[in-house]
């Protein structure tokens, strides 16, 4: 069975600050990692994805995730938050032993402040 | 190339009775999936679909069914509603299964009254 562990509810920081969201993950196989973002009343944009290669993944409006496999861990950061980015934060995974189900995390409530 | 587009957006129902969501996958995708999402229970897996036939299955009572059409189109049922599942019902598409990208709809909103 495969498991996502978001342990932050929320994250405060200040504009301009870095931002980081944590995400643990717990697969049989080898995983595939995502990063999804919700604003409100909305459906889930996709950020950024780990499926093989460098731990370094690039995504969109400038954030970033790191696979660390010893860690099962897989952080979301942003070196510079703005306040646009304040929203539900998700991380999930498929695991192919799992027949590709997707499965999120709780969810992390970032919020920017100016 | 369009989203995946869900309908109705907004939906109010009673207890008892039953509703059919749709959604309409990207274009040239196979995969779509459906979960609903809750305050309580965060994003739960109900279901995908691929080529027409349905490949994987969350834990959901039998009152919650789908399919997919061979345009990839796929609908979700539930049957006797009850208030628990009020919730926001959100369909996702890929290419294809394993390590493709979902694509998400906005949701279908749905109340039970």
């Known amino acids: 069975a495969q498991s996502v562990a978001q342990p932050e509810d929320q994250v405060n920081v200040a504009e301009g600050n870095p931002l980081t969201v944590k995400c643990t993950y717990s697969v049989s196989g080898n995983p595939y990692l995502f990063w999804y973002v919700q604003y409100p009343n909305r459906g889930l944009q996709f950020l950024l994805k780990y499926i093989t290669g460098d731990n370094l993944v690039k995504g969109s409006y400038g954030f970033e995730a790191e696979f660390n496999k010893s860690q099962t861990s897989f952080h979301l950061k942003k070196p510079s938050a703005l306040v646009s980015d304040s929203a539900l934060y998700f991380c999930a995974v498929r695991d192919r032993e799992d027949d590709y189900k997707l499965s999120f995390g709780a969810g992390t409530t970032v919020t920017v402040r100016a | 190339k369009a989203g995946v587009t869900q309908t109705p957006r907004y939906l109010i129902k009673t207890r008892g009775q039953q509703v059919t969501l749709s959604c309409s996958p990207i274009?040239?995708?196979?995969?779509v999936s459906w979960y609903q999402q809750t305050p309580g229970q965060g994003l739960q897996f109900l279901f995908e679909?691929?080529?027409?036939?349905?490949?994987n299955k969350g834990n959901f009572p039998g009152r919650f069914s789908g399919r997919q059409f061979s345009n990839s189109r796929s609908e979700m049922n539930v049957s006797t509603l009850e208030l628990g599942d009020s919730a926001l019902y959100l369909c996702a598409s890929s290419s294809n299964r394993g390590g493709e990208t979902q694509y998400f709809g906005p949701g279908t909103r749905l109340l039970v009254l």
């Open positions: 274009s040239g995708h196979r995969s």
């Open positions: 679909y691929f080529s027409e036939t349905q490949r």
